[in-house]
C-alpha cells in the first residue's frame, strides 16, 4: 500500500471539512482561515504505553487520540477546528486496519465538529498515534489558560473522577460477578455488567468535554486544564502557573460509580486512585465565587466543588484522614 | 525524569517567540493570533526509517525533522510560524540526549524564524519525531498548492537533485579515495572529502527553501512541491493534482556534484538515482513562460527548467536513451 492511496481512501470517509478550511488533506500543507485566535496542541498515544491493542478496537484506539488531543482544547475553551494526525504503522498493521482506526477517529471527529484536514503515515515499529488539535476563538483572550487562579477562587472539577483508572484494573484482572464481596458495607449489589462496562468506556472510549469547556470559559473560569495525568500532576500544574496554592476537600472527590468497589478488590484506595490516576479528561478550573451560580448553569454537566485557591503552592488535602494525600503523585507520560 | 522538567528545561533554550506566538509551550495549548491564512503540516521521521543514529548526532535529527517539516511550507510559499513537536523517547535515550537533539531543532528554528511553541514527550520504543509546521499568508489565496498547473507552464527545479540519495550511498557504503576510479571519462580527480560531505551534507542536515518558496510564489508560480519522496513521486503528485501530464528533458537533470561518481560505484544510474530518490527537499514548481525571467530575478538559487505541462497525465521523460525512464518509481514512506 502506497501512502498515497491510502490517504486517497481515507478522504473519502472524511465528514465534510468545516467552514474555515479552504483545503484538506492531499497537498504540501492543509489551508485554513482562522479568523481570530488558535490554540494549538500535540499529544501521542503509543502502543504499549497509552493503549493496548487487545484492549481497544482500532477504532476505538483512532477516537482516544483524538479525544485526548481534543481535551487539550476543551481546557482552553476553544471551539474545535482542525486536527491532523501522524500515523506510525507497525508491520502487522495493514491497510484496512489503518482504515478501522481512521473512521473511529473521523467518528468522533463528525460528532465533535473537528476536520481532519492533513496526516502522515509512516513505518513504525509500534502503533503510534500523534495528533494535533487547532481551536478557535474570536480572541487570544477568550482562551482559558492555565495561569489565572487568585486566592480565594472556588476549585471545581467537572464530571467523575477515577472511572478511567477503575477501568484499567477492571481490564487488568476482570472482577467476578459478586460485587457485594467488594463493597462489605454495601447492602445493595451492583449492577456487575453495566458498571463496569462503564468503567472501561471511560478507559477505552473517552470524551472531550469541548462544550462544557467553552461554556465555563464563557461563565468566567480563570483558569483551566484537563485531567490527563490526574488531579495530583494536573492540579499541580495549575497551581504553578497560576502562583498559588489549591486546597482540596478529599472528602469530596466525586468518585465514579463502581470506583470504590474496584478499588477495594484491588487494594487500593479509593481516594488516592481517583487523586494520582489519570484519563479522565475531566476539566479542574477555579472561578470566582460569586461567578459559580452562572457556571453551574451554563455547563450541562455536574460540577462539584472541591475547594479552593489560596496563597501558597502546590495542593493541600483536607479532610479527617487527608494527610497522607498530600504527598500522592499522578503519572507522566516519560 | 518527568515530562514537565523536560519542557522546563526546554523552554530556557528556546528563542525568542514570534510576533503571532501570544502563548507558547506549557499550557494546554499555544495560543496564537496568525492574522491571516495558515498553512499547516505533519510529518514524522522514524529511527530505522527515516534517519539511522548511527549515521546522524542527535542535533542533526532534530534539525532534520524541523527542515522536513518546514519544506512543506517551502511548498506553499508559505512564511514559517510555529513547530510543535511529539517526541517518541526510546529507553536508550536520556534526558541530555534529548536537549542535544532539541537544541539542533531549535537552531534551525532560529535560523528560519520558527517558533518551536509546543510539543508532548512520551515514550516509544524507536525514537520517533512528529512534527507541526504552520506557516502563514496575509490570505488563502497566497498560498501555491500542487493543483494550479497549466497545459504549456514551464516545468522548473531549484538546485541540485540527486545529493541526498547519493549521500546515502556514500554513508551505506563509503566511497575509496581513488575518485577517478568511479569516473574512467574524467580526466580530473575530484576533492574528495569536500564532494562526498557535501553530498553525506544533503543527506544528513537538508535545508528547507523556504525564502525560494516564497520569491517563487510572489513571482507567479502556479503549483509547487517540494520533492521529499523524489521527483518520480512527487513530480506525479503534480501532475494528478493540477490534471496535466509532464513532460522532462531527462538530458536537463541537474545533478549535484559528485551523484554521477557515486553512482557509477554503486552500480547505479545516476539519473535514475535522481528521479527515484527523495530527500533532497529542492522545489518543484511551474510557471507561466513569461514569467520565467521574474521567478529567475526573484529565487536566490539557481533555477532549472526540466520540461513542460501538457494536456495528458503522469510522466514522460524526453531523451534520446529516455523511455525507460517513465517507468521510474520514487519511494513513499509506507
Redesign the interface.
Known sequence: ????E?IERVKRRLPRAGPRV??GS?????????G?????????L?D???FRRGWSSLGQIGAKALAAALS??A??G?EPG?A???L??PPDLDEDGCLELLDGMAALAAETGTTL??????????L?L?M????HAE??ED?V???GARPGDSLVVTGELGGAAAGLLALEAPPPEEWSSFSPDSEQKLDHPDVVGGLVGRQLAPRPRLAEGRALAAAGATA???LSDGLA?DGR?LAR?SGVGLEIDAGALPLAPGVAEVAAAAGRDARELAISAGEDYELLFTIPAERWDAAAAAADVALTRLGRALDGEGLRFTAPDAADLDAVRGY???
Chains 1, 2 share one sequence.
Open positions: 500500500m502506497g501512502e498515497f491510502l479552504r483545503l492531499g497537498d504540501d500543507a492543509a489551508i485554513v482561515v482562522p481570530g485566535a488558535t490554540a494549538t496542541s500535540v499529544d501521542a503509543v504499549g504505553v497509552h487539550d482544547l481546557a482552553m476553544a482542525e491532523y494526525v501522524v506510525g504503522v484536514a492533513g496526516g502522515d503515515v509512516t513505518r513504525a515499529p509500534a503510534t500523534s494535533t488539535a487547532v481551536g480572541g487570544p482562551f489558560t492555565r495561569a483551566m486544564i484537563d500532576t500544574h502557573s507522566e507520560h516519560l
